[in-house]
């Protein structure tokens, strides 16, 4: 986190040094944006760990965890393709839960359906596209999930 900060800083100064209107710009930008999003962080981080905080380990584990195999596999896929979340909450919730003892085989594939896989919005997909195209771009995108996660688990 530290080298991350260092060289943002480094970059910021040299952009500054080559144009300050376009970087003052930029960083006013910037800002404004990530004031936008840190309500929705911040109440989806509480929910999280309110949702850790009354969920045991032991029994996400048993639901998710490495030792469940495949119906682990298929409940993270579940709960990926159902869940409406931004992929800028996804991940940090994704590292909240490999620490609480979720496999990360479980957490590639719910974070791989979270982000291409949508239950909830397959009617409006449907609308715009046809329903043979969702269904199968949501099919194909639930298999890359599982093939994803099943590459972690070898991996990982």
């Known amino acids: 986190m530290m080298s991350i900060s260092v060289m943002t800083v480094i970059v910021l100064v040299l952009s500054f040094l080559a144009d300050r209107r376009k970087t003052w710009a930029g960083t006013e930008r910037g800002v404004r944006l990530f004031l936008g ?21 032991p029994v996400l584990s048993g639901w998710l965890g490495r030792e469940t195999g495949w119906t682990g596999i298929a409940v993270a896929a579940g709960l990926g393709s159902i869940a409406l979340i931004p992929g ?28 291409m896989v949508g239950i909830l919005t397959l009617p409006l997909e449907a609308r715009y596209f046809g329903w043979r195209v969702s269904l199968l771009r949501n099919f194909l995108s639930l298999c890359g999930a599982i093939v994803i996660g099943l590459l972690m688990g070898v991996f990982l």
């Not at 479980?106 to 359906?113: G, L, P």
């Open 37 to 57: 999003i840190l309500p929705t962080l911040l109440t989806m981080l509480i929910l999280v760990s309110v949702f850790l905080y009354l969920v045991p380990e």
């Open 88 to 115: 800028f909450i996804a991940f940090p919730l994704g590292a909240l839960l490999v620490r609480s003892g979720v496999s990360w085989q479980a957490m590639a594939v719910f974070i791989t359906t979270l982000m």
